[in-house]
């Protein structure tokens, strides 16, 4: 197969084109579209970079030009769109790019496989487009859609242009909605990266508000296994919930990675809370797993110890990503966050 996988050199997409060059057997062709923002990185890449079944293209998702040209000469069988802004924060501290490339890229991309009736298109979503989930409810994927954070509301709307193309013009599109994925090569602007680099440097680990918030956890493995299975056994025009089954609430994820790394209790800091904060994310997967036969492989215990080794194991990628742009935007977002 064919697979044309954009925002491939970011932490899943990078997880899915390894996952993919990995595999035996029939091997698949893999041509990855990345703009390289603060997010994506090449060094995610080193293991592929020299397969000859693998292209890197560096361009922008929302360059219909470019876009167009790549989907027609690459024929792909399948576009797996995991090209975002991803980070909450930053949403919230400059909503404009999450809207250009999560809903102008979709569109481009949209069009590009209409145009050149690619045979399938994925487009990777979060359970954050169901907003707060009061207990002991699950979302399934016919629960209302409730944005809470300009990130949300642009995936929320990239999913319903996504289905559109299903309902108006037949196009064999599915949305995947994963929760909270986690694993190495994340970027350190995300709960669990963020917490172990600052304990490996002895500095504060900031808890927003009380640190109730529950989220579901995801082995980034056990989620590219998931998209894979959707693209190979899922039904176009479908929504499919991909969840960790393994909800937390933040501060007790923070002190399993704190005994982990062996540091005290005492870094924790509480900090003003985000605003508009989601308070429980809760998805049921039902659906996949009844339909494709998935479920989640690895036990948070497990994914936990293999992302904090990798974090010690890899000190100069973490030097490299926060380097230049991290610190004035962890500056940015945590200067003036002193607790009421
Ligand atoms: P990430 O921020 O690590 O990577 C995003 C990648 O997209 C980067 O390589 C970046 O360079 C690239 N990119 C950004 N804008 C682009 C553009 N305009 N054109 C081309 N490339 C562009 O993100 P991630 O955590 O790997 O998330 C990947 C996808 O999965 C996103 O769509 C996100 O919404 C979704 N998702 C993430 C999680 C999670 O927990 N991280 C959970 C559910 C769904
Ligand atoms: O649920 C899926 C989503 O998970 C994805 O769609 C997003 O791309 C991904 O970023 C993630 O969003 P969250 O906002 O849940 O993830 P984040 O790692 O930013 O925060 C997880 C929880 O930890 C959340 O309740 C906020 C809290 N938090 C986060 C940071 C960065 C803190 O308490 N302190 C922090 O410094």
């Given at each position: 197969m064919k697979f044309?996988?954009?925002?491939?050199?970011?932490?899943?997409g990078s997880a899915f084109v390894r996952l993919l060059l990995a595999r035996q057997g029939d091997k698949a062709e893999v041509v990855n579209l990345d703009k390289l923002t603060y997010a994506g990185n090449l060094e995610n890449l080193a293991a592929v970079s020299n397969d000859p079944c693998y292209r890197f293209v560096h361009g922008d998702i929302c360059d219909a030009k470019l876009v167009n040209s790549l989907v027609a000469e690459t024929t792909p069988d399948v576009i797996v769109n995991f090209a975002a802004e991803s980070h909450v924060d930053r949403s919230i501290l400059s909503p404009a790019p999450v809207f250009e490339t999560n809903l102008r890229g979709t569109f481009t991309l949209l069009e590009a496989a209409r145009t050149h009736k690619t045979p399938r298109f994925l487009h990777v979503s979060t359970d954050e487009v169901y907003g707060s989930i009061d207990p002991p409810y699950e979302a399934n994927e016919d629960f209302p859609l409730h944005a809470s954070s300009p990130y949300s509301a642009s995936k929320a709307g990239s999913d319903l242009l996504a289905l559109s193309y299903y309902t108006t013009y037949g196009m064999p599109v599915m949305v995947t909605r994963a929760s909270n994925n986690y694993g190495p090569y994340q970027f350190p602007e995300k709960l669990i990266p963020l917490m172990v680099s600052n304990a490996?440097?002895?500095?504060?680990?900031?808890?927003?508000?009380?640190?109730?918030?529950?989220?579901?956890?995801?082995?980034?493995?056990?989620?590219?296994?998931?998209?894979?299975?959707?693209?190979?056994?899922?039904?176009?025009?479908?929504?499919?919930?991909?969840?960790?089954?393994?909800?937390?609430?933040?501060?007790?994820?923070?002190?399993?990675?704190?005994?982990?790394?062996?540091?005290?209790?005492?870094?924790m800091q509480t900090v003003k809370d985000r605003p508009g904060h989601d308070r429980r994310y809760a998805l049921s997967s039902a659906k996949i797993r009844r339909e494709t036969g998935w479920h989640p492989r690895v036990p948070f215990e497990e994914g936990m110890m293999a992302t904090v080794e990798w974090y010690q194991s890899n000190p100069e990628w973490i030097a490299h990503v926060k380097s230049g742009e991290y610190q004035s935007y962890y500056h940015h977002n945590y200067a003036n966050r002193a607790a009421e």
């Open positions: 044309l996988v954009t925002g491939g050199a970011g932490f899943i490996l440097e002895d500095k504060p680990l900031p808890i927003y508000g009380d640190g109730m918030q529950i989220r579901d956890w995801l082995f980034v493995e056990d989620h590219c296994r998931a998209i894979l299975a959707v693209i190979e056994r899922g039904r176009p025009g479908e929504v499919y919930n991909i969840g960790g089954s393994r909800a937390l609430p933040n501060i007790e994820v923070v002190k399993r990675l704190l005994a982990a790394v062996g540091k005290p209790e005492s870094l």
